[in-house]
């Protein structure tokens, strides 16, 4: 089982543009904001775990 870490960058429309904070990484992730927990804004702390994401 792994654990990533996740900030959200930026949100457009039904996506979110994620960037992982537990490594040394420049690369976005484009994620559907249906698979996100309610609530996120810009600037939120996301873990990923299980296939799940959660606010921090």
């Known amino acids: 089982m792994e654990t990533w870490y996740y900030e959200v960058v930026s ?23 249906a698979l996100l927990p309610e609530g996120i804004a810009e ?5 990923y775990e299980l296939l799940q994401y959660e606010l921090l």
């Open 11 to 33: 949100i457009d429309g039904d996506y979110a543009n994620l960037k992982r904070t537990d490594i040394e990484n420049e690369e976005m992730k484009l994620v559907a904001r």
């Open 43 to 47: 600037g939120s702390q996301l873990k």
